[in-house]
């Protein structure tokens, strides 16, 4: 798999990033020359991969593209501070080396898909988690991560020992506030006695909240202080500092978007961390790279719920799996939304 590395200089990013695939697809302008289905791309969100959470998990689906479907992936990191004009000049060049769908990982692509997509109308654009920007060539990939988050605050509520939870948003965007209220529903309509302290990291346009662990570790150390005993972390790469802090204080970690109790990097806590709430990121990646390799592209809004197993708890930690009781009562909460018994906020 190529991947373009990180450059930290804005400017320079572009400009090398522009050189690299260029050099290793070619540089035609062809609006038809993504159109070959042999050729995947993903552009990363902040953090980068690496971040055992988001990125990663659409990195996995790009994996196992090229293992299934005998495509050749590229990777294109973020740089540091940069603007929509660097994510335009980085879509721009992997659709124009060729790659077949192109696909932008987060909803801080949305301006750039749009100006890009249009020329390249034969190439399909996937965006995760943003249905604003749509097109005949924009797959608009979305969850609900509401539903998720409402099964993490049932787990949490029924494990909390001093009746006090945490929630730590990296940045505070209409997308994070989506896991903030199904958690906060989940909690107070499992045991309204249990206290929920929410806490987001950064305020936009500052989206240093999904890149810094620093961040996630002192606000995680500030809940605990407060008594926190389980904390959930919506947070990219800087929940792994708030990863870190629970597990050293033997409490609780509810982890997010990939199962972060399997994550390499994460294993000198994976005992603290209960359960994920996932998102199914790596195949809705995969199923898209598929549909365009078949010549029947997605387009449009796609949506993963709890009912498509597209958003769930994981069971990886055994220490949850033997929870009866947690388990029956996520259980059954999962299944009344399904059935629309319970309808889950999307804003606190």
Request: negative net charge; proline residues 4%.
């Amino acid at each position: 798999m190529r991947r373009i590395t990180r450059i930290t200089t804005v400017g320079v990013a572009s400009a090398a990033l522009a050189l690299s695939v260029t050099a290793c697809g070619g540089n035609s302008s062809d609006a038809g020359s993504g159109s070959d289905g042999d050729k995947a791309a993903i552009a990363y969100d902040i953090g980068g991969r690496g971040d055992q959470s988001f990125n990663d998990a659409a990195y996995a689906g790009l994996a196992k593209a090229e293992k299934d479907l005998d495509i050749k992936g590229s990777e294109a990191e973020p740089s540091d501070g940069e603007g929509d004009a660097d994510k335009v000049q980085r879509l721009t060049e992997l659709a124009r080396s060729g790659n077949n769908p192109v696909i932008g990982v987060g909803f801080a692509y949305a301006p750039a898909i749009k100006k890009v997509a249009p020329k390249f109308p034969k190439t399909t654009f996937g965006i995760i988690d943003d249905a604003s920007v749509t097109g005949e060539n924009i797959a608009n990939i979305v969850f609900n991560e509401e539903q998720g988050s409402y099964l993490a605050g049932v787990a949490a509520a029924k494990v909390s020992k001093t009746k006090t939870v945490g929630f730590i948003g990296g940045v505070e965007t209409p997308l994070i506030k989506k896991f903030e209220a199904g958690f906060v529903q989940g909690v107070k309509d499992t045991d309204a006695s249990v206290n929920v302290l929410p806490q987001y990291l950064t305020q936009p346009p500052d989206f240093g909240g999904f890149s810094k662990p620093d961040l996630g570790k002192a606000a995680a150390q500030g809940q605990l202080d407060k008594k926190a005993d389980v904390i959930y972390s919506a947070a990219g790469l800087a929940g792994s500092g708030a990863i870190e802090a629970v597990s050293k204080a033997k409490k609780w970690n509810i982890g997010v978007d990939s199962d972060q109790y399997q994550q390499k990097g994460l294993a000198p806590y994976k005992e603290s961390i209960l359960t994920s709430v996932t998102k199914d990121i790596e195949d809705a990646v995969f199923n898209l790279i598929k549909s365009v390799k078949d010549d029947e592209p997605q387009t449009g809004e796609i949506r993963y719920g709890l009912d498509k197993n597209g958003v769930a708890l994981s069971m990886s930690n055994p220490a949850f799996a033997e929870m009866k009781d947690v388990i029956a009562a996520v259980d059954k909460a999962k299944q009344e939304i399904i059935d629309g018994k319970i309808t889950v906020k999307t804003a606190p």
